[in-house]
């Protein structure tokens, strides 16, 4: 007979009954709280040896918690995903699950779990596909071609292009820009040319370009064609697919100041008695006329010299007017009129002549003590000879013209 009411059972006998199931209740609820307390051990430990990545993927795994959603296949659209310095794997998933890559985040952890690739993806740019399976997307992002090639400026770069005497060209860092800027989206290949990053770099309002304070006053004094000149300064710049010139200027700009604060502009440049923008031209100086080796030594020299005064006399502002990439000039060079003629015009030239890279800059902060007043390049492998008088700088020069150093 069916005594759901406990009418017919004795009632010790129902008293024991709700006494068993309170225990058995007591005891659920003890086994879930060791097992929440088991699942926070397991993160915490996880946190310790595999730190964040493992322990936010661990706690999903344990826990069970967040779709698992996957596409099939290779995908469909092009899209550009960008990864961001310090990005973390599950960053990384949520970005691509947020553009459409993928059906979920965990579809790229889950296929990427055992990759050690996955862990070491570097900030930048990828061109990517819609709809991808985890599996494929993970292919794809370690794939070195799906990276957007980024821009790389080298020390002593210039915004234009150089010829040599020989009719070699150098390209300079406009067209290296525009070349970094070639993608393929849609089956169409998409660049912005180099006549439209100068026209930007020429003209744009110096605001739409984000430069700072300390540089606008004298980017706005400056000839069109170099008043960007030496604001770039040596790395490596991830361009964004489909930007415009002014955009990507921008963007490389902004990652360029940020660089220029690491290494004391503006901020370390007080104690040398010159203005931040100056002393970025004097790092250009430094970077073009000598090796990394004599840096300290050359700043000293034309310190010395701005503060006799006396004029600095350097061949490398003079070539860079005439586009010649070479370290010597003629009587005629250094006779001929114009901003950039250090032969012929007190103090340092209106703008950088390249682009300073950190140990330039550091140099320019901080020059070594000493008391030299000239330096020439005395040995073939670029090394200078530094001394105190003309008549030592004169001995020195001619030796090494008779062995051809120059």
């Not at 990384?92 to 553009?99: D, F, G, P, S, V």
């Not at 415009?244 to 008695?273: C, H, M, N």
Request: aromatic residues 6%; contains cysteine; proline residues 6%.
């Amino acid at each position: 007979m069916n005594d759901d009411l406990g009418l017919f059972t004795d009632p010790e006998t129902r008293h024991d009954e709700r006494v068993a199931r309170g225990r058995s209740d007591a005891a659920a609820r003890r086994a879930k709280r060791r097992r929440k307390r088991t699942i926070l051990w397991v993160v915490v430990a996880l946190v310790l040896t595999g730190g964040g990545v493992g322990a936010y993927y661990g706690y999903r795994t344990l826990s069970g918690i967040g779709s698992y959603d996957d596409f099939a296949g290779a995908g469909e659209a092009d899209v550009v995903v960008e990864v961001k310095d310090g990005d973390l794997v599950t960053t990384i998933a949520t970005t691509l699950k947020e553009q459409g890559v993928v059906a979920s985040s965990r579809a790229f952890t889950e296929a990427g779990a055992g990759d050690s690739r996955v862990t070491a993806i570097q900030p930048g740019f990828y061109l990517m596909k819609t709809k991808m399976s985890g599996e494929a997307a993970v292919a794809r992002m370690v794939d070195p071609a799906a990276k957007v090639v980024p821009l790389e400026v080298k020390g002593g770069y210039v915004l234009h292009d150089i010829t040599a005497p020989d009719g070699k060209v150098t390209k300079g860092i406009l067209s290296l820009l525009s070349d970094a800027s070639c993608v393929e989206l849609g089956g169409a290949k998409q660049c912005v040319t180099p006549a439209q990053l100068r026209d930007a770099a020429d003209n744009a309002d110096p605001a739409a370009l984000g430069l700072p304070d300390w540089a606008l006053p004298d980017v706005l004094a400056a000839p069109k064609p170099n008043r960007l000149e030496g604001l770039i300064v040596p790395g490596l710049y991830h361009l964004k697919p489909g930007a415009d010139a002014v955009e990507l200027l921008k963007s490389v700009l902004a990652t360029s100041f940020t660089r220029l604060q690491g290494y004391g502009i503006p901020s370390g440049t007080g104690k040398t008695g010159f203005r931040p923008y100056e002393v970025l031209v004097i790092a250009s100086l430094i970077e073009k006329e000598g090796l990394t080796k004599d840096f300290g030594k050359i700043s000293r020299v034309i310190y010395s010299r701005l503060a006799k005064p006396q004029k600095l006399e350097l061949d490398s502002t003079v070539n860079y007017k005439l586009d010649r990439p070479i370290i010597t000039t003629s009587d005629e060079d250094r006779e001929a009129s114009g901003p950039y003629n250090t032969y012929q015009v007190q103090g340092p030239p209106p703008t950088p002549i390249g682009s300073p890279g950190r140990e330039a800059i550091t140099a320019a902060i901080t020059p070594e003590d000493g008391p030299w007043m000239y330096f020439v390049k005395c040995e073939k492998d670029g090394t200078s000879c530094f001394t105190n008088t003309y008549d030592e700088h004169l001995v020195v020069s001619d030796d090494a013209r008779e062995r051809g150093v120059f």
